[in-house]
């Protein structure tokens, strides 16, 4: 059963001058940057359509829909599992006019915006307010407030604040038929039975287009303070009890929590000032913040470490930026050696680093691959295994599905997910059925069918 | 159009005989626990079903969807809002025998269980790896993890963990036609794309039976302190202004944000010690809490407000409570006055007030109306509006249906919610359009119709 895109028909040129009487702005010249993907892939747009208002989103939808013309979603186009890749000819529908801050209420710390609105952009209105978004990523610069709620967001202040959904006060939503959906509660504590709104977060606009949003923002806390250190030992007596030491010491002001193996760090180079630079085992970085100094709590952190932990401590911007360069510099470094084969995904903890291991005597010693990484957000379960390809041989597609097929069987074994943060979008279409059984996937098309019954929007996307 | 109900048929002698074959524990005698709730109300159950296993649960539903007999689902039994009224004759399916603790994961903190254990166990069991469940509730003695999930409890601790929701890792159902939903992710990270589980957390058993769970569990923190302030003047400027400093100072460790208005107060009795007992404007309860001593906070949200504001602040586990017990004796107070109306809303923080004051202006002066008052969990924007009535006078069904309007009139003009935390069950269901668009009800009622097409499960409730 395929949620209906066999019946859609390509974009004709009549449909440019009708879907131009629905919506002010439509384009189908100069718009490469709708036909091309994060990666650089081209896709299939012929029409772009950058609506001012929720009336036109709703009219170019019904439009598409009565015609059964595909339509692909899009925020920032910052996602990184191809999910505005279009196979057939398609019409894209575009948010980022739609960008207004409307209102905030400073007591509650809730804002209400359009979703096209820029992530940095919110975070600048915020910070005004002392008031900051509830999760953080590297896009924010060019990702949407839309695109961040139709992906769940994750990043680096996930361990902090949870799920971007658990923010979400409220949210306007398009149907496929050109319904509009008022979901805009104003208040986080609203129990009246089934919460509709939740199955748009995260359905990677497979079910309707988010235009508009209310988010609890938590307050912007001035104080942090950064430790570096490096853990000699197997991954559950280190990195695991240094994390539960973590959270009982650092507790409610803990907002990171990463770490990377003993490969990635000799790869990154030396640590930090006092550190053995012929390092093994795994570097770990961990962030206090708070609304007063939690220089005292990273302190009592590593006081009940074992003495033989090493480790630095940065509490001035520059030295903190210092350690958080060392961790951000691992994909660089590991890019600069050859293409990466990369896996975002989530396992329980303990099982976490076991598939680091277990890739790397299965596939070290090929000739063709040349590192084999593993780091993350293991406070949140989230593991980055990143494989680097040695570029004097040719791509290997037999090495790459073995590969992926040993990964995600992995995951699928120990009930991870084989998207923690990315999402599904058309790259990892083919292997839901690791991280979902399938009648889980019988009914998340019958939900489909119910809301977007001709399949119309990013068909061939996130749903198999 | 109603979900289904219509097509239900009265449980038959037979249907005994038939169930007893599919599950072990069939009771038809001794069930008044099953036949009223909270209130003293009776239902119309007939048929107690007490599956073990997720089988039983299975085949027990398979059995009444088939034969087309309603099915009220019981956790502990303790919601305010009539979840448990069964109108027809129905079978229950009660959870209580399915309560295992099956496992935890101590450095993520996450416990998998079975929904039907009762909350207080799981946090004792927690307790022993320091940790605690990311709520907590009144009931906690008798309300299970399986009915929380379905309403989405709320509680007091909202404010430092935002809702149950997002804690919820993993969940099994099943549905009206015994399909089971493996729904157990094991980490907190899992984008996926469409998150079905989200649909059951707050459905209130009406899309099916929660029978498992994981859920992520915060560290259990030793350091509190609490401060009970008094202060003059109008809501904004001072309950308001008091919980934006509270947010700045205290931040990550705020715990609890409470408010009382000055005629709960002047009904309680002169606040603790040092503190005007001839009280006007509003008490504040403010907490903090963490993994080292929020003292400090405490002190230093305090030097922030202005010299006027009176207040006292407990240390210590006795005087915690004596300031704790000032704010639960409120509802106690009130519950001697006579027979109580209550309201449990959310409101954006700048009208929650305002409705209080309208409320006391439109019915004060009537005899009948002893005393109306306002609190709650302000820091969410929840209020509970209690309004005694005079045992002296008959109840009076239009001053209580005059009221209920003008309340809720008050929440949909504000865009806030007519159920903040204790759900809709059988009492709101004809307020629900006070708080959701027709168009919303609608595709609710589609949802509802696509999971439990015969409408069997606790029909007449929660889906108008």
């Known amino acids: 059963m395929q949620a209906g895109p066999c019946i859609l028909r390509a974009v004709r040129p009549s449909d440019f001058k009708n879907l131009s009487a629905l919506c002010a702005d439509i384009k189908v010249r100069d718009i490469e940057r709708y036909t091309s993907e994060w990666f650089g892939r081209t896709s299939n747009i012929k029409v772009v359509a950058r609506p001012r208002s929720v009336h036109e989103v709703s009219d170019v939808l019904k439009y598409c829909n009565s015609s059964g013309i595909g339509v692909t979603v899009f925020g920032g186009n910052t996602g990184l599992v191809g999910g505005t890749m279009a196979e057939r000819s398609e019409v894209a529908i575009s948010t ?27 975070q600048e209105r915020l910070a005004i307010h002392h008031l900051t978004t509830p999760y953080d990523l590297g896009a924010r610069g060019s990702c949407t407030i839309g695109g961040n709620l139709a992906t769940n967001a994750g990043g680096i202040n996930f361990i902090r604040h949870g799920p971007l959904r658990a923010h979400v006060v409220g949210i306007e939503a398009v149907l496929a038929n050109g319904d509009v959906l008022d ?100 570097a770990v970085l961990v962030e206090a913040s708070g609304s007063a100094s939690v220089s005292d709590k990273i302190e009592n952190f590593l006081e009940q470490l074992p ?30 050696l050859g293409h990466n084969l990369k896996y975002d995904i989530s396992l329980p903890q303990r099982e976490l680093y076991k598939l680091v291991e277990g890739i790397r005597l299965r596939y070290a010693n090929r000739p063709d691959v040349l590192k084999i990484v593993g780091y993350g957000h293991v406070g949140d379960g989230n593991l980055h295994l990143n494989v680097a390809l040695d570029p004097q041989f040719e791509r290997n597609p037999s090495l790459e599905s073995d590969m992926s097929h040993s990964v995600y069987s992995y995951v699928s074994e120990c009930g ?49």
């Not at 009890?241 to 990171?256: C, P, V, Y």
């Not at 059925?433 to 001709?454: C, G, H, I, Q």
Request: net charge negative.
């Open 307 to 336: 003495d033989s932990v090493e480790g630095v401590v940065g509490s001035d911007l520059e030295s903190m930026s210092k350690l958080w360069h060392y961790r951000e510099l691992l994909p660089v470094k590991m890019a600069s």
């Open 96 to 122: 980022e006019f739609m960008n207004r801050f409307l209102e905030i209420d400073v007591s509650s710390g809730i804002a209400t915006v359009e979703t096209g609105l820029i992530l940095q952009n919110l």
């Open 183 to 282: 979901l805009m509660s104003k208040s986080r504590k609203d129990n009246c039975g089934i919460d509709l709104k939740q199955i748009f977060i995260g359905s990677e606009g497979t079910l309707g287009i988010i235009t508009k949003a209310r988010i609890h923002c938590p307050s912007l806390h001035q104080y942090r303070s950064v430790a570096l250190i490096s853990l000699k030992g197997d991954f559950t007596s280190t990195v695991l009890e240094t994390l539960k030491k973590a959270k009982e010491t650092i507790g409610e002001s803990l907002s990171a929590f990463e770490f990377i193996d003993g490969e990635g760090a000799e790869l990154v180079g030396p640590l930090p000032s006092g550190m053995d630079p012929k390092y093994s085992g795994f």
């Open 416 to 464: 991870g997910s084989i998207s923690a943060e990315h999402g599904i979008g058309r790259d990892k279409l083919e292997q839901l059925f690791f991280s979902k059984p399938t009648v889980v996937l019988e009914y998340t098309r019958a939900l489909k069918k119910m809301l977007d019954p001709n399949g119309i929007l990013n068909p061939g996307r996130t749903i198999l």
